[in-house]
């Protein structure tokens, strides 16, 4: 793929000669006598350059505080933080210049160079440069993917409570919320509502960290939090960035944060409170901003009434609370998410799955869905890999606590359920009757292929009322 290079160059001879030099090497250069150009370039043209290459000071101004602008401040267009935001810089200037070089630095270009600069170290940058370009314009493509998966229309349903929870999710990416809660049982998606409150809101370009309060000892997870600097405990060979600080800029989601035991809980109110964490084993504190995204199965109020939470932590974290419903409250939801599924799975699988019987919708919204959204597609997907045609195959159900009035049937055999759920006179009719189906009703060759004398297998027919042929 050939890349674009913007050359913002003054002098007629070098901006001819830089051109011709990287075109020559694969680039499609573009040329721009001064920062108007390039303005018109970018804004207006959208020109989406992989590297700029630009003098620092041209006759309409001075380069930095035209990166400045693309970089950080898109106001003028539309389009800016998508053409330029996310090209390496380089920059040429005809003096030293100690406060600009390090200004450049700081707005994020990627090298400073003096003119007259070798040509060979400067193929070195542009190389170096592109590459790093490249990396940057892959995680923006790819943020953009999980913002567009993750928009609020994700959480699927078309019930009250999903419609609720769609508009109360929308509203909430649009404010700069410091904390909040997700309750609810667990299955009912708060981690997908989590990903939602992230990637839609103004910290999507940023980390998303996720920790499972309940999955890591207290010790491990203190570490983990907090981070920790060599030598803090045993084992502790090297410096280690707590995800607090992994998470600065974006978000921290702390699922099943109701399990993290108070002492730590009392840590986690001062990062949250002061904006600064210190690592295990050191001597300073490191500004943080992070946005903390909690979630439990329990409930949290209560748990601070009795004091098994602690109340200053809950009431920090819940500037807002999302509940989400169980299943079994939003039963019409399934009409939803049972086909958007069975199309995942299907994709996954490389399945046709299309028809779903009648007999399989009333068993799914017969069950309770004491695992919630999770248990569902758990079931799905279990159906779908069985799946041998079209047809949603409702023997691999297999929901608790509901009757399986079928087995499963291969053409080498009879699969029968051990649960509890069909007595041994209905596993005997069955099997007669499917060995009579395969026969075409043919006593003999039934009989044969289940190993039995005609007089046994027609003494079973006359007690199930079973149909023969002879």
């Known amino acids: 793929m050939i890349e674009t290079l913007l050359i913002i160059e003054d002098e007629k001879l ?54 400045e602008k693309i970089k950080k401040n898109p106001s003028d267009s539309k389009t800016a933080k998508a053409h330029g935001a996310f090209a390496e810089w380089l920059f040429l200037t005809g003096y030293g210049n100690v406060p600009d070089s390090v200004r450049a630095l700081q707005l994020g270009a990627y090298d400073f160079l003096e003119k007259p600069c070798d040509l060979d170290r400067l193929d070195l940058l542009v190389a170096s440069a592109s590459r790093s370009a490249s990396i940057q314009r892959r995680v923006a493509d790819q943020t953009k993917n999980r913002h567009r998966r993750y928009l609020p229309d994700a959480y699927a349903g078309h019930s009250q409570q999903a419609q609720d929870i769609r508009q109360l999710l929308a509203k909430l990416t649009q404010v700069p919320f410091s904390a909040l809660i997700i309750g609810g049982e667990s299955g009912t998606g708060k981690g997908l509502a989590a990903r939602i409150l992230h990637y839609g809101g103004s910290r999507a370009q940023q980390p998303m960290i996720e920790v499972n309060c309940a999955a890591l000892p207290r010790e ?53 409170e002061d904006h600064k964490v210190r690592r295990l084993g050191g001597e300073k504190e490191i500004q943080v901003d992070v946005q903390i995204v909690a979630a ?72 309770n869905w004491p695992g919630n959204v999770r248990e569902l597609r758990n079931v799905i997907e279990r159906c779908v890999l069985f799946a041998d045609g079209s047809t949603f195959p409702g023997q691999w159900l297999q929901l608790p606590g509901q009757p399986i009035l079928e087995a499963l049937q291969t053409e080498a055999g009879i699969w029968l359920p051990l649960d509890g759920s069909m007595a041994l006179d209905d596993m005997d009719c069955f099997i007669i009757k499917t060995a009579l189906e395969r026969a075409d009703n043919n006593l003999t060759a039934a009989a044969r292929a289940l190993g039995a004398t005609r007089e046994t297998l027609r003494y079973r027919v006359r007690k199930y009322n079973l149909k023969i042929t002879d």
Request: hydrophobic share 40%.
């Open 220 to 272: 491990l997870l203190e570490s983990e939090l907090f981070g920790h600097e060599p030598g803090a405990f045993t084992g502790a060979a090297g410096r280690h960035r707590g995800l607090l600080e992994q998470a600065d800029g974006g978000t921290l989601f702390m699922d099943e944060i109701g399990e993290m035991p108070l002492d730590l809980q009392a840590k986690l109110l001062k990062v949250i």
């Open 14 to 67: 070098l901006g001819s000669e830089l051109s011709r030099h990287y075109r020559q090497s694969g680039w499609d250069v573009v040329l721009a006598n001064n920062l108007t150009e390039a303005r018109e370039l970018l804004l207006s043209k959208k020109l989406d350059p992989l590297l700029i290459l630009s003098d620092m000071n041209l006759p309409d101004g001075n380069a930095l505080d035209f990166m």
């Open 296 to 367: 439990s199965n329990r409930d949290l109020e209560k748990m601070a009434q009795d004091g098994s939470f602690r109340a200053d932590l809950y009431h920090r974290l819940s500037v807002f609370k999302l509940i989400l419903p169980p299943l079994r409250e939003a039963v019409e939801d399934l009409d939803e998410l049972v086909p958007l599924f069975v199309a995942e799975y299907n994709a996954k699988a490389g399945r046709q799955v299309k028809d779903i019987p009648d007999t399989v919708w009333q068993k799914l919204k017969a069950h």
